[in-house]
């Protein structure tokens, strides 16, 4: 999707998504990119392994993974890339869905905004800043390498 926002669903949204499916969406949108999921409910399984959206922060399957979400949430799952690409790859498995996902995505022009992120697996929210960088405990430097910010959600 080549734009500088747009809006995109899961199949059939709001009606139950099918079983056994894949879909990829890559997002390009010139600039920084802020991706929302303003209604998120997906069958919940242990960490995510039936039904799932996984993000990642580049134009492809290999690139870094944001997150692998699942389950139902209440609260928006925002998403902030470091360059102007997010790859989203939804997948389910044989049996059970549920209504799906309908996100935004725009670009974004804050250097590092302050967002709620959602933790993959642990469904804990927690302040946050872009490129993970958590302003609590690093303050205003620059953003971190994936691995770097990785340790700092675990603590
Ligand atoms: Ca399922």
Redesign the pocket.
């Known amino acids: 999707m080549k734009a500088a926002s747009g809006n995109f669903n899961s199949t059939g949204f709001p009606a139950s998504y099918p079983?056994d499916a894949s879909k990829a969406w890559i997002i390009d949108s010139g600039a920084r990119v802020e991706l929302t999921f303003n209604v998120f409910s997906l069958?919940s399984c242990r960490d995510c392994s039936?039904?799932y959206v996984e993000v990642r922060d580049g134009p492809s399957l290999v690139s870094p993974l944001i997150g692998r979400y699942c389950g139902n949430r209440t609260e928006p799952i925002r998403v902030v890339s470091s360059d102007a690409y997010l790859f989203v790859y939804f997948k389910?498995?044989s049996?059970?869905?549920e209504r799906g996902f309908n996100a935004r995505y725009a670009q974004t022009t804050s250097k590092c905004l302050s967002l709620m992120f959602i933790l993959p697996f642990h469904f804990k929210a927690m302040k946050a800043v872009c490129c993970y960088r958590f302003k609590v405990l690093m303050g205003e430097r620059a953003c971190p390498r994936l691995e770097e910010s990785k340790t700092a959600i675990s603590t």
Do not use: F, L, Y
Request: charge should be negative; proline fraction near 0%; aromatic fraction near 0%.
């Open positions: 079983n069958q039936c039904d389910t498995d049996s059970a869905s």
